[in-house]
């Protein structure tokens, strides 16, 4: 018996690398359009990033600020997919519903705190 396989994985090369970059950007738009977590992060974002290539003065601060903030975005993105997978599922109250949406949210607000954390540790170190 062979294994069921996508018709989205037969790329390959550029022209994975392309569909790749078009995945991308087509997943920042929705989220940037219908989250506003998301957009509120960008332009967060926007102001830390520089701030941190300001502020830092090794590399190494620079690095950690950034990615500090980066990784807040990753999981809003990650928390997005979650959300909006589960309401495609079922818009129902149900419990394990609730608790997709609930770790979704929580692994935000660790990855809030923990750029807080970096940036405090960085400039106040």
Same mark, same amino acid.
């Given at each position: 018996m062979t294994e069921p396989v996508s018709p989205y994985k037969g790329k390959t090369g550029l022209r994975r690398l392309l569909n790749a970059i078009g995945y991308t950007w087509d997943g920042l738009r929705a989220a940037?359009?219908?989250e506003d977590a998301f957009r509120q992060?960008?332009?967060? !974002?926007?102001?830390? @990033?520089? *701030?941190?290539l300001y502020l830092g003065s090794t590399g190494v601060e620079r690095a950690l600020m950034i990615a500090?903030?980066?990784?807040?975005?990753?999981?809003?993105?990650?928390n997005s997919a979650v959300?909006?997978?589960v309401?495609?599922?079922s818009l129902e109250h149900h419990l394990l519903i609730k608790r997709a949406?609930?770790?979704?949210? !929580?692994?935000?607000? @660790?990855? *809030?705190?923990?750029?807080?954390v970096v940036?405090?540790?960085v400039l106040l170190g």
């Open positions: 940037f359009k219908h992060e960008v332009f967060l !974002a926007l102001l830390l @990033i520089p *701030l941190a500090a903030v980066l990784g807040v975005l990753m999981v809003e993105l990650l959300e909006a997978a309401d495609r599922i949406k609930d770790m979704g949210s !929580a692994a935000v607000m @660790i990855a *809030l705190v923990n750029a807080v940036w405090a540790l």
